[in-house]
């Protein structure tokens, strides 16, 4: 499923599921950064037209689902507490080297942002079969959809503004490298972790 090399033990939804408060906490906060992202990525590459109108939509989008979990969090009587750490994301881009032309920055922020979607739309579709809680699971299902088009959005751009091999040689290279950092992962409750 969307080409991700290794797949979440479903036992990371048992961690999940005892401390419910703790993963809004997280999700709420990835919402806040795909924001960002989008924000960024126009600050960044203003000249590239057709993204610039797509991350304007997503900021909308993403700061959607940002309410639509912070909704979640209210009603179950909880405050939004602070942001957590994303081990996760933090060692994610550390993977291709700073600096290049203009193009390849862009081709390398494009494709961890794709990652990232796919990796959290497949904790989302997780959550949405393995939940106990139905009203949550229900939740995760409907955001999961979004989160598969935003990987195939990034993805595409990625495809659009690289050359095509190249981009899909370093599409696959990521791939290994996120399937290697997952194997330490899956043991906490958070989005990512
Ligand atoms: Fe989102
Ligand atoms: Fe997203």
Known sequence: MLGLKLPTDPRWVNIVEKNIE?????????????????ISLIVSFPEYTDLVQEMTALV?????????????????????????RDDYVIQLVKFFPKGGSRTTQLVHRLLYAALIEAR????????????EDKELAEFY???MASEANHYTMFL??????GNRKEVDAKWQQLLEYEAELMRNLGKTETIHG
């Open 22 to 38: 703790e993963i809004l906490t997280d999700h709420a906060f990835c919402e806040q950064k795909a924001t960002s992202t989008a």
């Open 60 to 84: 909308k989008e993403e700061i959607s689902h940002f309410k639509m979990v912070h909704d979640k969090i209210i009603e179950r009587g909880w405050t939004l507490g602070r942001d957590r």
């Open 120 to 131: 959290s739309c497949e904790r989302f579709r997780l959550l949405s079969e393995e939940l």
């Open 141 to 143: 299902k409907n955001l």
């Open 156 to 161: 595409g751009f990625a495809r659009k503004y």
